[in-house]
Antibody, heavy 119, light 110 residues
Framework: QLQLQESGSRLVKPSQTLSLTCDVS??????????WTWIRQSPGKGLEWIGY???????DYNPSLKSRVTISMDRSKNQFSLELTSVTGADTAVYYC???????????WGQGTLVTISS | EIVMTQSPATLSVSPGERVTLSCRAS??????LAWYQQKPGQAPRLLIYGASTRATGIPARFSGSGSGTEFTLTISSLQSEDFAVYYC????????????FGPGTTVDIK
């Protein structure tokens, strides 16, 4: 059974960079045909797709976040990561990692991690 | 960007009742529509994809229908564990990859 687990900084100061990692177990991120995804959920904006990485390194990002987002993967550690720069209070949210297939719906999710942007 | 809307925002229901939730897309998404269930403190759980295909392990009381811009999730006989928030999500990937979720419908106890 595939499992995903988010980790990283839970409190980030405004204007700094949010960094999260998703550890994948029960399957390999090197397996073809999957999109390794970050999604966030805040009271104000609901569920928001941030972006994904697939085919070993191709990325697509939500245009609303594209200038600030980088998603990368580390095959040796079987994990993928999110960096979001120049954060503000609007970036406070629960961040989820998830997996999609060729069609981008999300069957596997991490438990989510709350990241708070505050000085 | 495709905008997803859901109605009603909240639905108060008694156990055993039939429940129908609606999801509308601002433009056609064909049948590229998924439904999720979320309980407090948990990640969303995939219920339906392809507008009408149940995900692995999802009980038969959950069914989806629709295509284009109008979609419905039906719970034939609501169980106590079904009180939750339900979200729809389009994955049409057109005109560009932005995968949007609806705002959700809360199903609570009457």
């Amino acid at each position: 059974q595939l499992q995903l687990q988010e980790s990283g900084s839970r409190l980030v100061k405004p204007s700094q960079t949010l960094s999260l990692t998703c550890d994948v177990s029960g399957g390999s991120i090197s397996s073809g045909g999957y999109s390794w995804t970050w999604i966030r959920q805040s009271p104000g904006k609901g569920l928001e797709w941030i972006g994904y990485i697939y085919n070993g390194g191709i990325t697509d990002y939500n245009p609303s976040l594209k200038s600030r987002v980088t998603i990368s993967m580390d095959r040796s550690k079987n994990q993928f990561s999110l960096e979001l720069t120049s954060v503000t209070g609007a970036d406070t949210a629960v961040y989820y990692c998830a997996r999609a297939g060729d069609y981008i719906y999300f069957e596997y999710w991490g438990q989510g991690t709350l990241v708070t942007i505050s000085s | 960007e495709i905008v997803m809307t859901q109605s009603p925002a909240t639905l108060s229901v008694s156990p055993g009742e039939r429940v129908t939730l609606s999801c509308r897309a601002s433009q056609s998404v064909s049948r590229n529509l998924a439904w999720y269930q979320q309980k407090p403190g948990q990640a969303p759980r995939l219920l339906i994809y392809g507008a009408s295909t149940r995900a692995t392990g999802i009980p038969a009381r959950f069914s989806g229908s629709g295509s284009g811009t109008e979609f419905t999730l039906t719970i034939s006989s609501l169980q106590s564990e079904d009180f939750a928030v339900y979200y729809c999500q389009e994955y049409n990937n057109w005109p560009r990859p932005v995968f949007t979720f609806g705002p959700g419908t809360t199903v609570d106890i009457k």
